[in-house]
Every structure is written in C-alpha cells, then in structure tokens.
C-alpha cells in the first residue's frame, strides 16, 4: 500500500464497482491506440474503418453495464449513481452508438476512419458518464473537461478543411475560457462557504446560510457556474460558436455534438441547480429564464435564414435547449429532471434521424444545402419521408414523439408557474414550424434536379427508416414512456445501494 | 366496448387504415386510388349512418361512450364518445368524405397516390376532432389535421398554394398553442382543487371546474378566453383573423375546398360550442361586446368583400367569412334558438358552400379559368349545371323552404332575444349575401354566350352523383328540420344551462307568468330575465330543478315558432 495515499485503495475497492463501464470505455479505447492499432490491425489484415464494429461492442456492453450499476455514493461523495445519473448515462452512450452507426462508410459519411476517432468517441463517452454521476463540483469540472478534450480533437477531425480548422480552433478557445469562467466560479463558491466543502449537498446548506457580506461572492460564483455550463449546452448568449463548430465538424460528429454532450451538460445541470445551489434558486432563476427565453426566441429565429440544413439544425437545437432549460428551471427539481430526460430521449432520436438522412445525401454529393433536397420526394421516396417524419417531429406536430417531449415538459413548466415562457416556447416552436417546413416544401413541392440516383442501400433504408418508424409511432407509447421516467430520480438515502432496474420498472 | 362505440370508431379510423393499404399500390394505378377512396368513404359513411337512428334523442349524456386509460399518471385517457353536436358535424364529415373523394377524380392529375392516402388520413382526422372526450386526445387531432391540409394544398393547389399552404399552416398552428397553455392552466387548476390529474372534457366542463375559474383574477380569466378564443377564431375564421381563408380556398384543389368549407371551419364553431362557452362562460361574458362585434363586422364585412370579387372561388371563400360570422352571432346569442341556429348553420354552410365550390371547380375543370368575366349564358349550353347552381345559390342565400333558411330565421331569432341591434345590423350581411350570390349567378349564366363557352360539357353522371347527396339534404333540412332539431335539442339545452344557470329558471318563470296572465307575450320577458340573472349563485342548486323544466320551457316556446 503507497504511504502517500492512506485507505485509497480500500476506497477504489469498495467503489470501483461504481464506474465499471467508464473503465471499460477507458480501458477499450486505450487498447484501440495501442497495442492492438499498430499491431494487430496490420496482422489480421482489417480495413481501418472495421473499428466500429468492436466500438460499438463495447458501447453496448457499457450501455449494459451502466443500467446495472447498484446505486450508491462513493469516492469521498463525489460520484454518486442514481436514477438520474444512470437515465442521462443512457442516453449519452445511446448518441455515442447512434454517432458510430452514422460514421459509417456505407452511408458515406466523409470520415477519416481511424482507430483514433473510435477512441476518442469512447474517452469523451466515458467523461460524460462522469459528467452524469459527479455530484462535486471538483469532479464535475474534471469530467467535463475529459469531455470536451476529446471533442475539441473530434470536431475539428476534417483537418484537411478550413472550416474543420476552424470550428475546433474556435470551440478549443471558447471552451477554455468558458471553463476558466466555470473554474474561476467554482473557486468563488468555495471561498464563500468557507473552504470546506464542493460536494454539492453540502454546498446547498452552507449557501442557505451564507452571511451577508458574502452575496456578492456567491452570486458572482453562481453566474459564473451557470455561464460555464450555457456554454456547454449552447445557450443563448454563449451559442456564438455552435453553428460554426456544427458546420465545420464531421455530420456524424455534429449529430452526436448535438445530443450526447448536451445531455450529459444538462445532466450536470440538473444536478448543480438541483442539489447544489437549490436553495438559493432566486440567485439564479432570474438569468436562467433570461437565458431559456433568449435561447427559445434566438435559435428559431436565426434558423429561418439558414441555406445550410446543418446550420439550421444548429440554430435549431439552440431553440431545443431553451424548451429543456425549462425543466431546469423548474423547482421541483425531480420532476424537472424526468421531464428534461425525456425530451432528450425523444430529441435524440428525431435529430438523428434528421442527421442521418443529411449525411446519407451528403456521401451520395447531393449536398447539403436545403435547395438540395428538392424533390427528394420523387428521388428517394422513403429519406424524404423519414425526413418529413422528422422535421415534423422537431417541430413538435403531433402525433409523432417532438410533441409529447414538447408537452411533458411545457406541462411541467406552467404547474411551476413559468407561463410566460411556455407561452414563448410555445409560439417560437410555431416559428420553428415555419424553417421546417421550408425543407418539406423543398422536399415534396420542388422539381429535382436532373441525374441519375443511386438507390439506397440496405443498411441506410434500415437505419433511417427504424428511426422514423420509432419517431412516428413513439406518442403511443407514452405510458411506457413515462414508466421510465419515473426512475429518473435522486435517491435520497446515501446508505445501502438498492438496485434499482433502470429498464422496465 | 358497446356495438354502438365500435362502430363509430371504425368509421373514424377506417380512412386512415384504407390509407395504409393504399400504400402498398404502386402509384401508376390512378383508378384504383379513385374508386378506392371513393369506397372507403362510402364504407365509413354506411358505418356511421346507424349511430344516427341508435342516438338516444331524449337524453344530453355522452352517448357511444369508450373509454380506456392511457396515460395514468398524467391524466390521459383515450376518450370518445358523441353527443347530439359532435354527433351531427361528425356524420356531415362522413357525409362530405365521399363527395371529396368523388370530385377530385377530374381535377387531380399527378402524383395521386399521395393524394388520396392524405385525404383519407385528413378524413379520420377530422373525425377523431368531432369524438373525442379528452383534451390531450382532441389537441393531437387538431393539430394532426393541418399537416394533410398542407401537402393538399401544398401540392396539388393553385399558382399560390405554397404562400397559401405555409400560411394556413402557421396561422392555425399559433392560434393552437397558445389554448394548450389555456388547457395546462385549467388542468393544474382542478389539479389544485382535487388533486386528481383530470384531461377530460368532462370534468373541464364540470360546474366545479367553472366555477374555480370563475373564482379566479379577472385577468386570469380573461387571458383564459382569449386563449382559447384565438385558437376557435382564427380555425373559423372569425374577422380580423380571416386572411387565411381567402388564399387557402382559391388555391386549394376543389376538394380541398369542399372540405377546408365543409368541414374545417366547422372547427372553430365547434371549438367555441364545446370549449369556450362551457368551461370559460363568464370570460366570455367579460368579452362579450368585442366577439360580437368582431363577429358581426365578419358578417357585414364578409359580404361586401364578396360583393367585389372577381374570382368565383374568392367570391364563395369571403361569403363563408359572412356566414360564420352570423353562426357566432348565434353562438354568442347563448340561448337555445341561437345556439340551434348556430348548429344549424354549421350543417347549412357545410352543405351549401361544398355544393358552390363544386360547381365552381366544375367550369374550372373545363375552361380553366374562374374569373366571373370569363362566363356568361351557361344556362344556355349547361341547363344541368344552372339548374344545380341555382339550388345552391338559393340554398346559401337563405330561401324558404332550402335549408339556409331554417340556420338563419333561427339565429337571428335567437339574437334578436339577446342583443335586438345586433341582429338587426346582421339583416344586412344577409340581404347583402343575397345580393352577391345572386349577382354572381346572373352574371355566370344569363346574359350573351361567348364563343369558348359554348362547347363546355354540361355534367356527367360522376357529377350528377355528387350533387345529388347535397340537394337532398338541402331539401330535407329546409323543408322537415325536425329530426335535426331533435338531435340537438338535450345537448344545446344543457349547453345553454352550462352558460347561463339562470336562463331557464328565468324562462319557465316567465312562462308560468305569461300563461297566468294569459298573455302571449312570455318571449319578451324572457329576453330581459337573462341580463338580471346573479352572478355567481352554485350552479349545483340548479343542477337538478331546470332539468324538469327544461321540457317545459321547450314546449312552450317551441309551440309558438
């Protein structure tokens, strides 16, 4: 036993079983790098790109394995696995899968298949798996910047392209200095409470009764936090950089920027605002409304005008963290969290899907811009209407699954009394209708453009068209639905992990 | 599930489920996606005419009753049923089904195999609206019926359809969301009271559910009304929220038409009967100077507008903005001649403007034109045509014995009791509506023949089978409205108990006076007794007395017209 660390061992010990998934994603990627990359791959003689197909092994064995993890608190209280910790990892490693099915060569996505790309896609899923559990303010930091590390790499993996260049130059030197922002809050808080305490229940009660002198501290540190975080999930005012990192990034990597790492921030959301500053909710709500309503408002707005459909997408899902923010807000915290789960369960799947049929048409050279879909309903009868399925769906018609995330969580937000921002949630998605449907116009009431196409193959028709049958018949599965959200929650005993099945309860 | 419930949600869903077959036929087939459609609707229509004998006419209950949960915890049950209202613009949905399906056969002359498949999912759409007793239910068929009128119009439209389409999209679209807040707010309201989780229309018209919100702010009350009243009056469309209207029906395709007049703005009228004035009377009582004249300046306004209109099809489009106003007219009238009135202006205007834009879309079919100046002496090479034109002509314009006349006699006597200048300045949209109408079709059919004209086909067999339907309900609601009257007797009666608790209170009393007296004048005191009527008494005191005099306040007025 090393000296220098008394009980670490014992500690790892009695909570590895905690973070048994991370490790295995840790673990997997760094083999991928070395030794199998170098040795084995030239041995057995395997294109490059076969590396998917063990990644995404692994992801569904984590996947597995972070549904099964006993519920508990360990390392310190600073890592905690919940209801809530588990239902966000779910999803974050659901768009990491969903990310490598997209990345594939069939569907002609432009990547550069190495084994370093599937790694990294394994590192920045197993920092969001921390980003999830961290209940400390200290891991928190810690997990996000293992996230975005490897997502700066990711994003700007078309390193060929000016525009790769610069959407990870760009994201590197916003994220650094948003995190500086994050840690310099942190700091803050810590001085305030008395240098004691980061864990984030602990933080709750020492800022209840935080003497005067020190508001000032712990308002600016609250800020701080909460402006690191917006940056994270995009938004309004800190969205500046997304539509150019979503341009400029690889689509398979922009599909996954777009869901896997705002859940996991939106998991951290919920926890900080949940537990941490709770108490002093009215430090903070006033800017996050400001926040939610700007983000609703702006990002419907600005995708009017977008030629690119990945700008748009971009834009769109700006206006899609402003409806979620909405449960952040809300002061019941669960049941936020549950409504918030599952929008983001829903949004997962329709932006993928919309994700999947841009790069299915960018690989096949028929572009990316919305002119480029016209007539796509002639063209390829079933992408145009998976598209449709949805677009409608984001744009949250019913009956298809964007309308009961739509309704779940705008429901929550009235019974919290935030009426007013349903009201302008509820109009800017009236406004969203709006973009959307200039691509369904493209689609169906445009003539195409001349040339041969090329049918669909196999692979693409399934893939898209399970997602849209998932997206269009999903509303008639509410009551499952909500069963599982019901399991998105804090656990309230620290003590004995009871194991609390995260599926099919 | 009662024989009587399986049947109507078969001839709901049929639509859709013949839809999905009909993906599977390869689009080159055109008639067999003609005779197809035609045949599901038909099927959908022979189911539905049986729940018109099987409807108990003596009782207000939600008849054809299913219920099954949903969604538990939020409250959400899959909940249909009919009363005597939904009950009569559900069968003219089946009704006006086979009659869209029949016209589009001469006009739709591309890609009809997605056609016909969004006509018969728009079909079970706007059926599910008419049955459902669940708001969460109701709100996803609301909003599911725009996305088919889309791509109708959207495709298969006039020179404008794209403007046309996004536009009636987004309007309804906004008016829609803003009454899921109003909706959300009632829900958590009982939520707070009784603590269940509640979406169904019934317990949104419960008296205690009235009642809390009338116990709430007056702003509260009045952003509620609002809410759902957009909603209601842009679907309708009521004044100033009218422009979609006129671009949606010059360039939808004829069926697009048939139904977007027949049906659709039956919507918002139904909108207002089953959810504003039941579960926000006394908002709207708040607001009441402002609908109406919001409502009779669509009346006056719409009629003018019409009289101007170059364009056939522009012409019958404003003339709907005229007659639904007069239908909210009668609505706001609150009593039960209005309210029958409204209802039966719905079934009339649903009847008389499809017939119109039939006919329109039929010399559009041949000339390809619908300017009124491109006409002139049809009569001469059309005698048919003229002959079935003039029906609908006069069946719109109100003339006895045509079923206009029984909507809006009503109406207006139903205003008249309420609000006696408002009624008097809505005379004027009528006899304006006379004016437009009839000049039209003098201008159409008589006067000199050009050259092209005279070659035009007068009506085949496929036409002649889908006017037939129209005439003889026209025909039949003006010359015997009885069994209609029947239909909606219990229903509008609790409805106008909802609004107003004390109106039959007041109106038997009356009664019993004016009989005492031996003075036949009972009608006039009836009229004021409403506007000296307490505000805020239980409605639960109520709630079993007038219902025995219910029947006897029926037949003592009802005797006299």
């Not at chain 1, 975005?148 to 990870?168: D, F, H, K, S």
């Not at chain 2, 016209?103 to 006509?119: A, F, H």
């Not at chain 2, 109100?398 to 008249?416: D, K, R, S, V, Y």
């Amino acid at each position: 036993m090393p000296s220098f660390a008394p009980g670490l061992w014992e500690n790892l010990s009695h909570d590895i079983h905690y973070i048994w998934p991370h490790i295995l994603l840790m673990v997997s990627g760094l083999l991928m790098l070395w030794p199998l990359d170098t040795w084995l791959l030239p041995w057995t003689k395997a294109e490059k790109h076969k590396w998917a197909i063990p990644t995404m092994a692994i992801l569904v064995v984590s996947l597995v394995l972070s549904i099964y993890t006993p519920n508990g608190l360990g390392f310190s209280a600073m890592y905690k696995v919940d209801g809530l910790a588990k239902g966000f990892q779910v999803l974050c490693i659901l768009a990491s899968i969903f990310a490598v099915m997209l990345s594939q060569k069939v569907l002609g996505a432009l990547v550069e298949h190495t084994a370093e790309y599937y790694a990294l896609i394994l590192f920045a899923t197993s920092g969001m798996l921390f980003m999830c559990g961290a209940v400390d303010l200290v891991t928190i930091y810690f997990s996000i910047e293992l996230m975005a590390l490897c997502i700066y790499i990711l994003v700007a993996y078309l390193r060929q392209q000016e525009r790769g260049i610069e959407a990870g130059m760009k994201y590197f030197l916003l994220g650094a200095f948003s995190s500086g922002i994050m840690l310099f809050g942190i700091s803050l808080l810590f001085a305030a409470t008395g240098g004691i305490t980061t864990n984030l229940t602990e933080l709750n009660q020492k800022l209840a009764v935080v003497s005067q002198d020190k508001s000032l501290l712990v308002y600016s540190g609250v800020l701080m936090v909460l402006v690191g975080l917006c940056f994270k999930v995009a938004a309004v005012p800190f969205h500046m950089w997304s539509p150019d990192v979503y341009d400029g990034a690889p689509t398979p990597i922009t599909a996954w920027l777009a869901t896997a790492p705002k859940a996991a921030s939106l998991a951290v959301f919920l926890r900080v605002f949940g537990t941490g500053f709770h108490s002093i909710s009215y430090e903070w709500e006033a800017p996050l409304m400001l926040i939610c309503g700007a983000s609703m408002i702006l990002g419907n707005v600005a995708a009017i005008k977008q030629q690119s459909l990945k700008r748009l997408l971009a834009y769109s899902s700006i206006a899609h963290v402003g409806y979620m923010l909405l449960g952040v807000l809300s002061r019941d915290a669960q049941a936020g969290a549950q409504a918030v789960w599952l929008y983001m369960l829903l949004y997962l799947f329709m932006n993928t899907g919309a994700f999947a049929v841009l790069i299915y048409l960018q690989g096949k050279n028929e572009g990316e811009r919305i002119e480029d879909f016209a007539g796509m309903g002639k063209r390829h009868p079933v992408l145009a209407f998976s598209m449709l399925v949805f677009l409608l769906s984001l744009a949250g018609i019913p009956p298809f699954i964007g309308f009961f995330g739509k309704f779940y969580i705008f429901l929550l937000a009235v019974e919290q009394g935030f009426t007013t921002l349903v009201v302008i949630a509820l109009l800017t998605s009236a406004v969203s209708a709006f973009y959307y449907l200039e691509v369904v116009k493209q689609m169906y009431f445009k003539e195409p453009a001349e040339g041969e196409v090329e049918p669909m193959d196999s692979y693409s028709k399934f893939l898209i068209s399970t997602a849209c049958a998932l997206v269009l018949v999903g509303t008639a599965f509410g009551p499952q639905l909500l069963k599982w959200t019901d399991d998105i929650r804090w656990f309230e005993k620290e003590a004995p992990a009871v194991v609390m099945e995260f599926s099919n309860k | 599930m009662s024989g009587t419930a399986q049947l109507m949600l078969l001839a709901t869903f049929l639509p859709i489920l013949g839809g999905l077959g009909l993906l599977f036929v390869p689009n080159e087939k055109r008639e067999v996606f003609q005779k197809a459609t035609v045949a599901i609707m038909v099927a959908s229509f022979l189911l539905s005419v049986p729940l018109w004998f099987q409807y108990n006419r003596g009782s207000d209950a939600v008849q054809f009753a299913y219920v099954c949960d949903w969604m538990p915890s939020l409250g959400v049950k899959f909940s249909v049923g009919m009363d005597g209202i939904s009950l009569l613009l559900w069968l003219l949905t089946t009704f006006t089904g086979p009659i869209a399906a029949l016209c589009s056969w001469g006009n739709i002359e591309e890609r009809w195999k997605e056609y016909y498949i969004w006509l018969l999912v728009l079909q079970t759409s706007m059926l599910g609206v008419f049955i459902t007793q669940d708001m969460f239910l109701f709100y996803i068929f609301w909003e599911v019926m725009l996305v088919p009128m889309y791509f109708l119009i959207a495709i298969w439209g006039g020179p404008q359809k794209l403007y046309a389409a996004i536009k009636l999209f987004l309007y309804t679209l906004s008016g829609s969301v803003l009454m899921l807040v109003a909706i959300f707010a009632i829900y958590f309201l009982q939520h707070k009271a009784t603590g269940q989780y509640d979406f169904s229309i019934a317990s949104f018209q419960s008296a205690q559910t009235v009642q809390l919100i009338a116990s709430q702010t007056k702003t509260f009350q009045i952003l509620l009304t609002l809410a759902f009243f957009l909603a209601f009056a842009i679907k309708v469309p009521m004044f100033p929220f009218h422009t979609w209207l006129p671009d949606a029906h010059v360039q939808a395709p004829t069926a697009g038409s048939v139904i977007l007049a027949g049906i659709l703005l039956k919507m918002g009228t139904y909108g207002f009967v089953r959810f504003l004035l039941p579960i926000v009377p006394e908002g709207t009582k708040e607001l009441m100077p402002w609908f109406l004249a919001l409502a009779l300046i669509g009346v006056v306004y719409g009629a003018l507008v019409a009289m101007i209109q170059k364009d056939m099809k522009k012409l019958v489009a404003y003339s709907s903005v005229s007659h639904l106003g007069l239908c909210m007219l009668g609505i706001f009238a609150m009593n039960p001649w209005g309210m029958k009135g409204a209802m039966f202006q719905m079934l009339n205007h649903g009847v008389s403007t499809p017939g119109l834009f039939l006919a329109v879309g039929i010399v559009y079919e041949r000339r390809h034109t619908r300017m009124i100046a491109d006409y002139g002496g049809l009569s001469k090479t059309m005698p048919i045509y003229a002959t079935i034109f003039m029906l609908m002509t006069m069946s719109s314009i109100g003339l006895p014995l045509l079923n206009g006349f029984i909507g809006e006699a009503t109406i207006l006597m139903g205003t008249f009791q309420t609000w006696p200048w408002v009624a008097v300045a809505a005379t004027s949209g009528i006899i304006l509506g006379a004016a437009y109408m009839l000049w039209m079709f003098q201008r159409v059919m008589f006067g000199p023949i050009s050259e092209v004209n005279t070659k035009m086909a007068d009506l085949n067999f496929r036409e002649i089978a889908y006017f037939t339907p129209l005439i003889i309900v026209a025909v039949w609601i003006g010359l015997y409205p009885k069994p209609f009257m029947d239909i909606m007797d219990k229903p509008v009666a609790k409805l106008v108990m909802q609004v107003q608790p004390d109106f039959y209170k007041a109106e038997s009393l009356a009664a019993k006076q004016a009989e005492a007296a031996k003075v036949g004048m009972h009608g006039m005191e009836a009229q004021e007794a409403p506007e000296t009527k307490e505000h805020g008494t239980a409605p639960a005191e109520h709630a079993s007395e007038p219902k025995a005099e219910v029947s006897e306040a029926h037949a003592a007025p009802g005797g006299g017209h």
